[in-house]
C-alpha cells in the first residue's frame, strides 16, 4: 500500500517518537524510506543562513540514523530541502519529489489558540501535501493528584 514513506524530521525526541510507527510500516509494506529534513533559510537582508544555528549537527545525527536503517535492511536515503519557504511546504515538496504514498510526523500535540498562534507543521503538511499524512502525538503520562485520587494527563 505504502510504497514509498516520508519521515519528516528536524532531529528532536518528537521526530525521532514517529521512527518506529515508520519502521514497522516500511517493514509491514515493504516501503522505501525517506528521511526528509527541512532547512528554512532566512529572508531579506541576511538571507541564505539557516534558521537554526545547530544545523550542521542535525544533519549529521540524520545521516546517522539512515545508515542505521540502511543497516537495519531498509531501503533509506536522506534528502535535505532548503529554501526561504515555510516548513510544510518544503517537506511536502520533498515528499512529492520523492513520489510519497504516506508522510509520518511527530507533533507537538498542541491544540486550538496555541496551535493557531504559534503554528504548525503537521496543519501545515493537511493542507499542503498531497498524500495522508500520519501525525504521532508525544508521549503522555498519566499521574494522580493528592486531591481525591482524580487523574491528570501531562505531557
Not at 47 to 56: C, F, K, N, T, Y
Not at 86 to 102: F, M, N, P, R, V
Request: net charge negative; glycine share 10%; with cysteine.
Amino acid at each position: 500500500m505504502f510504497e514509498t514513506i516520508v519521515w519528516a524530521t528536524d532531529g528532536s525526541e518528537l521526530a525521532d517518537r514517529a521512527l518506529p510507527y515508520v519502521k514497522d510500516l516500511a517493514r509491514a509494506n515493504g516501503s522505501r524510506i525517506v528521511a526528509v529534513h527541512a532547512n528554512e533559510l532566512l529572508r531579506g537582508r541576511f538571507g541564505g543562513a539557516p534558521l537554526i544555528a545547530d544545523e550542521p549537527d542535525v544533519r549529521e545525527q540524520l545521516e546517522r540514523q539512515v545508515e542505521e536503517l540502511k543497516a537495519d535492511g531498509f531501503d533509506a536515503e536522506l534528502k535535505v530541502n532548503s529554501g526561504t519557504a515555510d516548513i510544510a511546504e518544503l517537506i511536502a515538496y520533498s515528499a512529492t519529489q520523492a513520489g510519497a504514498d504516506l508522510i509520518v510526523v511527530g507533533t507537538h500535540g498542541h491544540g486550538g489558540v496555541r496551535s493557531a498562534v504559534v503554528g504548525s507543521v503537521t496543519r501545515g503538511l493537511l493542507h499542503k501535501a498531497d498524500c495522508p499524512v500520519l501525525a504521532i502525538p508525544p508521549e503522555r503520562r498519566v499521574v494522580e493528584t493528592d486531591r481525591d485520587g482524580e487523574k491528570a494527563t501531562v505531557a
